[in-house]
């Protein structure tokens, strides 16, 4: 088992900058491809960011590339996005989720019910 806890939210301005962190304990992220999701009021949960096991490989929504960096440091189980430049229409709560490294290779990285672990999220509020 993975357990996964989101930190780094918070309210912020339209222009501002947040990290997200996802601190993972049961195992080790080393073998895990790790997705960054959101999910706004009265919306359906959306793919943000995906980055394999490695780090090699990172994918991002059209929506916030450019403007969003996932990145991951082993050593410390944790998972980071970065996310700079926000918009209203950033505000959601933000979910870390991992899932068998073969979600980065395939391309099935957008895929929600293919990840095996989620965290509980955190709330991102951008005021305009």
């Known amino acids: 088992q993975v357990q996964l806890v989101e930190s780094g939210g918070g309210l912020v301005q339209a222009g501002g900058s947040l990290r997200l962190s996802c601190a993972a304990s049961?195992?080790?992220?080393?073998?895990?491809?790790m997705g960054w999701f959101r999910q706004a009021p009265g919306k359906e949960r959306e793919f943000v960011a995906c980055?394999?096991?490695?780090?090699?490989?990172?994918y991002y929504a059209d929506s916030v590339k450019g403007r969003f960096t996932i990145s991951r440091d082993n050593a410390k189980n944790t998972v980071y996005l970065q996310i700079d430049s926000l918009k209203p229409e950033d505000t959601a709560v933000y979910f870390c989720?991992?899932?068998?490294?073969?979600?980065?290779?395939?391309?099935?990285?957008?895929?929600?019910?293919?990840?095996?672990?989620w965290g509980q999220g955190t709330q991102v509020t951008v005021s305009s």
């Open positions: 989720a991992a899932g068998p490294n073969l979600l980065a290779v395939s391309g099935s990285y957008y895929e929600g019910p293919r990840y095996s672990y």
């Open positions: 049961g195992r080790t992220l080393n073998s895990y491809a």
């Open positions: 980055i394999s096991s490695s780090g090699g490989r990172t």
